[in-house]
């Protein structure tokens, strides 16, 4: 499965910004050790079921360590047997493209 999530921390520092919160929950999904990347919206990731959503959770608690409120927007590509898929979806588009 891939899963694309948004964590924000209630509260933003003096200028409204959130990154270096931001930046711990990206910090726990890049030692997760599973294929990720960020964007500037989203943090994808992909891999089996529970330890998917076992970092999701754990972004999460990092995010939670600096605000007593967080936010989670969370989409999930749902596709049992496929693997790679986090590149290999944006290959088939780019070859589409290239035709």
């Known amino acids: 499965m891939i899963v ?3 964590i924000s921390p209630s509260g933003g520092d003096e ?10 929950a990206v910090r726990v999904v890049r030692a997760s050790g599973l294929p990720n990347e960020t964007n500037a919206m ?6 089996e079921w529970d330890e998917v959503m076992a970092v999701v959770k754990q972004a999460v608690d990092a995010v939670a360590a ?9 989409k999930a590509d ?3 047997g496929y693997t790679g898929q986090l590149t290999a979806k944006v ?5 589409e493209l290239a035709d």
């Open 15 to 24: 200028t409204g910004g959130v990154s270096q919160v931001v930046a711990e």
């Open 4 to 6: 694309a999530f948004s």
């Open 42 to 47: 989203f943090t994808n990731i992909e891999g």
């Open 91 to 95: 290959e088939r588009i780019e070859q």
């Open 66 to 74: 600096a605000s007593p409120r967080v936010s989670l927007v969370l």
């Open 78 to 80: 749902i596709r049992p």
